[in-house]
């Protein structure tokens, strides 16, 4: 599977359609968007604490965002084909899902294109954890950051109302799609109605390419990056509350 930026320009239109519709249902605002370079290519990352979650950025974000998603997306019908025609990248735990979204990343960087990605994949929702203030992140993200040299650009969603609502398909019908167990088992989600998403300053990896590029070390370098940016966007989520309280 090979990236496919030809789609681009349809799913650019098909972000801005569905940006209306979105904000029938939720009131959104956004800060920070001036941090978001305009040309360069860089990793997103943000919290995750609902499957609204991409909708938010991706509307908020004045450049187009090709999102990593979960495999199993990607093959349920019509979801999967909407995935692939929004230049959506999927990947999964296996070692050759891992190199097709490594090889896709780079070719959407390639062409000076966002990558958006969830350090805490889907555990925080799976797990019923929404009520941390963060997750725990998982570490792909930084090893895709210091092997493709670009630089992250953290944001935060900050739900300022909120409700949890029953998973829309039945257990019946997710266990016949072959979903993941967990995602499954899970049974309600997070729906916003007011949110708020910060875009905080652009972080560059290269303090950590030093140590990344030493064969021994760069285990050490991807977990530095990524306690790195959990502080970050941790630091960020409160100064974030901080503000909503003045």
């Known amino acids: 599977m090979r990236f496919n930026s030809e789609v681009l320009p349809k799913a650019e239109k098909v972000k801005k359609l569905l940006k209306p519709i979105f904000e029938l249902f939720v009131k959104i605002s956004v800060s920070g968007v001036e941090n978001i370079p305009e040309k360069k290519p860089f990793l997103l990352i943000s919290n995750h604490r609902s499957d609204m979650d991409p909708w938010c950025l991706s509307i908020t974000c004045p450049r187009y965002v090709c999102w990593i998603a979960d495999y199993y997306l990607f093959d349920i019908p019509l979801i999967g084909k909407f995935m692939q025609e ?8 296996k070692k050759s899902d891992i190199m097709t979204a490594f090889r896709m990343s780079r070719d959407a960087f390639s062409e000076n294109q966002i990558v958006g990605i969830f350090p805490e994949g889907h555990d925080t929702i799976t797990n019923n954890l929404q009520h941390l203030e963060i997750g725990d992140f998982h570490t792909g993200f930084a090893e895709f950051a210091l092997r493709l040299k670009v630089d992250i650009l953290p ?33 309600k989600r997070l729906i916003y109605e007011k949110v708020h998403v910060h875009y905080g300053s652009p972080v560059s990896v290269e303090k950590y390419l030093t140590k990344a590029e030493k064969p021994d070390q760069f285990e050490d370098a991807v977990n530095d990056l990524k306690n790195d940016m959990r502080e970050i966007l941790l630091a960020m989520i409160r100064e974030q509350k901080s503000k909503s309280r003045k």
């Not at 909120?162 to 167990?181: A, D, N, S, W």
Request: charged share 25%.
């Open 86 to 93: 929004m230049a959506a990248i999927p990947i999964s735990g």
């Open 155 to 187: 944001s935060v969603i900050m739900a300022e109302k909120e409700k949890y609502g029953p998973i829309p398909v039945p257990k019946t019908f997710r266990k016949m799609m072959h979903l993941p167990e967990d995602v499954v088992k899970t049974e």
